[in-house]
């Protein structure tokens, strides 16, 4: 049962940058989709990225598309999310899934599991 452990979250001015990390034990991820989603207080867990098991494939919420960049390490076992210009409204618990559909480009959390226990990202104004 792989299990995945995230890491790089903080507090950070707006117009900052920071880079997430999920590490995996237990199993590898290297033939596996893996996605990124967040949970601000109060709102339901929304996708936020997602990339392909090579890592060839990338996608995005529309909301931090040109600012964050996924990518993975298969070596490492390791998929990062990259947030630049970050804003207030970015503030979440941010946490890494296995994609478990394996086909298409999913964006439910229903289609991934595996989850980590997140890593908070505040950001302020």
């Known amino acids: 049962q792989v299990q995945l452990i995230e890491s790089g979250g903080g507090l950070v001015q707006a117009g900052g940058s920071l880079r997430l990390s999920c590490a995996a034990s237990g199993g590898s991820i290297g033939n596996y989709a893996m996605g990124w989603f967040r949970r601000a207080p109060g709102k339901e867990r929304e996708f936020v990225a997602g990339?392909?098991?090579?890592?060839?494939?990338?996608y995005y919420a529309a909301s931090v598309k040109g600012r964050f960049t996924i990518s993975r390490d298969n070596a490492k076992n390791t998929v990062y999310l990259q947030m630049n210009n970050l804003k207030p409204e970015d503030t979440a618990v941010y946490s890494c899934a296995v994609d478990r559909r394996g086909t298409g480009w999913p964006t439910l959390d229903s289609d991934f599991g595996s989850w980590g226990q997140g890593t908070q990202v505040t950001v302020s104004s």
């Open positions: 990339i392909n098991w090579s890592g060839g494939s990338t």
